[in-house]
């Protein structure tokens, strides 16, 4: 695979050291399960119907839930007082809670459209002066007064709730047309402070710019690189400065964030790992390949710290349905074989619907309200849905998700209904047309109304012909309802039917249906079983082997370095580099990810070889240790032009690594020996073993394709020793045949003695 310039050292091989044992800051955090239910009926039936579900998500293998406090932006919003009752039991029952929480929006709190409108002063800004507002408010930043609101507020909350962590969304800054934030007034001053410190005042003066009012600089101008250096300095503070916090207040409580750390620096995020407790990856929608390049630079970053894999196992287009089991064994396999605890959210797999594909809607419910799936209520003795209120109600069951339409296209609606003592209103079926956002379209009329009458009677139909989808028209919702009503009223046989022309309508023909299981026979979930217990028999067996999981981490002696800087200010490649990763992958080389700030002497000394793809942009202190380690004895790969350019892509007078080496870039194309031992070599192209030389020592486990089995079992997995005789787990794991790709780990016990698999 030619992947540009590739210069390599190689040399002797020198001793490894094994990696030392990181007591995680709570033994939960490893070989978790998390399930998040997210928004809607997937909360409501893990808090209203938690007697059912507790029992449920243990039996599956979860060890942790979390919830999102009300009220706010995200339905459900139940009080404090509820949400506390319910974690009491989820305690009860052993599990663990978090809370879902964050900086730049108060994690969808109510408060923050209030404090966003009144502290403009808090916002994230362009250097225009443009706004962040992709959740429909300003962007809170850290730098200024909001870090300490939405600290203070989120540990009241939590303290109110007793969960035992913190998990902080959108951790980040973000971007407009203009360009990346943030030009605060807060950052203006913070950076101030901090490039005075760092530069000192004379060399600011020496660059034309006054120490008393320099300010975050934009693209052209000399402070840039270090603008762009301490936006994740901004971060990685305020991360720290949240979690002091929380330690203080609730001891033992963890902290986390969601920080997209796959993506460029105009996020800042990368920094900010080393203030939280466990690395959190959300990887959803990534076949394996991607998410071991992602979960291998994951490992990088966490350092030994736990790592959390949030997964997309549900359908983009139904929020209701799983994936294929396929595709749900790609992800999960990848992510155990990886040793990332999954994160679970609950689409397709919780419901409180009554039916499949309908969902319960909930706009006035009294105490007692209930939708009911009666197996024997409907149209001759057949499946009914029934909505049942004491007091006056407004409740339904809408279909989800969405149904597709186009501008103009013309449609009929029926439906079957049935009623008992319903009072003060109607039983009602509602229409709704909205655009591709889910608002209301620019033509009118977008609603239509069945109605039926109240009381009690049996069996009628409601109509409603000449339904036209408006202008700006994308997607129409079916609701039946019980309308401002108490009672209960039955629907049976709901039918929305798009009319081709009104001559076909006329004949009743052409008509197509788009409602799915209108006669509500299909139960929630039934039609995802099989995707359902692939993906619990995976969680399962992570639970029935957590030890081999527990206190493990990455064990490889090749290395490979990922240099921030070369991809921040080179551009060399989209954080990490693909060609290198899927070679060492489809070589079956145990591989570990390094950082430019772990070129120090204990990650170095955990490998024996090290790859460095076009790293161009290196600091003299990185490329000194570099030098020194091969003269140590250590074997390094490096391509392009690597180190020709400082770490803010200044190009160097002198070739810094080949004078340290002793030899010409040149003259490295071929291996040469260097020191005690190492050697280099530059080349053009990545051969299958670079060096070589023989392969490295060691043990690595491949995920296989295997037709006849549908998920993980204890017998894929086979104990084995590295070459020092401390413990290593080899890891197998069978997946069926459509989960083509391979997944290569190995797993060295970092609490020698503790726990032996071997």
């Known amino acids: 695979m030619i992947i540009g310039m590739l210069t390599t050292i190689a040399g ?14 709570q033994d939960w955090l490893e070989a978790a399960c998390i399930m998040q239910p997210w928004s809607g009926e997937r909360v409501s039936a893990m808090i209203e119907e938690r007697e059912e579900w507790i029992p449920r998500l243990k039996e599956w293998g979860v060890t942790a839930v979390i919830f999102i406090p009300g009220p706010g932006d995200i339905r459900p919003n139940y009080p404090t007082e509820v949400m506390r009752a319910a974690i009491d039991d989820y305690h009860a029952a052993g599990l663990k ?56 507020l989120g540990i009241e909350i939590a303290q109110a709730l007793d969960v035992d962590g913190i998990m902080l969304d959108n951790n980040e800054f973000y971007y407009t047309d203009a360009g990346a934030t943030c030009y605060c007034d807060g950052c203006q001053e913070a950076f101030r402070e901090h490039i005075r410190e760092k530069l000192g005042d004379e060399a600011l003066r020496a660059l034309g710019l006054d120490p008393e009012t320099v300010g975050c600089p934009l693209p052209d101008e000399p402070l840039y690189p270090h603008w762009v250096d301490w936006r994740y300095i901004a971060w990685r503070d305020a991360t720290e400065r949240f979690r002091q916090r929380v330690r203080a207040a609730m001891p033992g409580a963890v902290l986390c964030a969601n920080t997209q750390y796959k993506y460029n620096w105009v996020l800042a995020v990368q920094e900010q790992i080393e203030a939280e407790d466990l690395l959190f990856s959300e990887s959803r929608n ?96 057949s499946v009914a849905v029934a909505l049942s209120a004491p007091e006056v109600a407004r409740i339904g069951v809408s279909h989800q998700p969405f149904l597709a339409v186009e501008p103009g296209e013309r449609f009929s609606l029926s439906a079957h209904y049935r009623t008992e003592e319903v009072q003060g209103g109607l039983p009602r079926v509602r229409v709704t047309f909205v655009d591709a956002s889910h608002r209301a379209p620019e033509g009118t009329p977008y609603a239509f109304y069945a109605d039926g009458e109240g009381g009690t009677h049996g069996w009628q139909e409601m109509r409603l012909d000449d339904i036209v ?60 079983a099989e995707a359902r217990a692939t993906l619990v028999g995976g969680l399962q067996f992570l639970q029935e082997h957590a030890d081999l999981y527990r206190g493990a981490t990455r064990w490889a002696d090749v290395g490979l370095l990922l240099s921030r ?131 490295p020592s060691g043990r690595w486990a491949a995920a296989r394709s295997c037709a006849s089995t549908a998920r993980p079992t204890a017998s894929t997995w086979s104990p084995g020793r590295s070459p020092s005789g401390a413990g290593c787990c080899c890891i197998s794991t069978a997946t069926r045949q459509a989960t083509r790709a391979r997944w290569r780990c190995a797993w060295r016990s970092r609490r020698a003695g503790a726990r032996r698999h071997g």
């Open 12 to 25: 002797g091989c020198h001793g490894q050291a094994l990696v030392p044992a990181q007591q995680p800051y």
């Open 97 to 152: 809670v978090l809370m879902y929480w964050s900086i730049m929006h108060v994690g969808h709190y109510e408060t923050w459209h209030t404090v966003a409108d009144e502290h403009p002063e808090w916002w994230q800004r362009d250097a225009e002066g443009g706004t962040v507002t992709v959740y429909g408010d300003e962007w809170l930043c850290p730098s200024t007064g909001a870090l300490e609101y939405t600290i203070d």
């Open 286 to 381: 990534q076949l394996a390949r991607e998410m071991s390049c992602k979960l291998a630079y994951g490992h990088c970053l966490a350092d030994g710290k736990p790592v959390w894999n949030y997964l997309g196992t549900w359908q983009n287009d139904d929020l209701n349905r799983l994936q294929t089991p396929a595709q749900i064994l790609d992800q999960l396999c990848t992510s155990l074989a990886w040793n990332t605890s999954p994160w679970i959210v609950g689409y397709g797999l919780i419901f409180e619907a009554p039916a499949q594909w309908w969902v319960p809607s909930s706009y006035v419910a009294p105490e007692g309200t209930r939708w009911i799936c009666d197996e024997t209520g409907g149209i001759d003795g």
């Open 469 to 528: 989808a408006p202008a700006g028209a994308a997607v129409v919702n079916v609701e039946p309802f019980l309308w401002n009503a108490s009672g209960t009223v039955w629907f049976d046989d709901v039918r929305f039917e798009r009319v081709r022309s009104p001559q076909d309508d006329a004949a009743g023909e052409r008509r197509e249906n788009l409602v799915r299981n209108g006669d509500f026979e299909m139960p929630a979930g039934e039609i995802d």
């Open 565 to 695: 800087h070369s991809v921040d200010f080179a551009q060399v490649y989209n954080r990490f580099p693909r060609p290198t990763l899927n070679a060492l992958m489809d070589a079956h080389l145990p591989f570990a990810v390094l950082e430019e700030h772990q070129l120090d002497a204990e990650h170095l000394a955990r490998i024996s070889v090290l790859v460095v793809p076009q790293a161009s942009c290196l600091a003299d202190e990185h490329i000194e240790t570099l030098a020194q380690w091969v003269r140590d004895g250590g074997r390094l790969i490096f391509t392009g032009a690597t180190g020709l350019m400082t770490e803010y892509a200044v190009e160097r007078e002198t070739d810094l690594l080949a004078d340290l080496l002793g030899h010409s870039r040149e003259a490295l194309a071929e291996p040469t020996a260097v020191g005690e031992g190492g050697g280099c070599r530059r080349a053009t192209r990545m051969p299958r073993w670079p060096l070589g030389l023989s392969r």
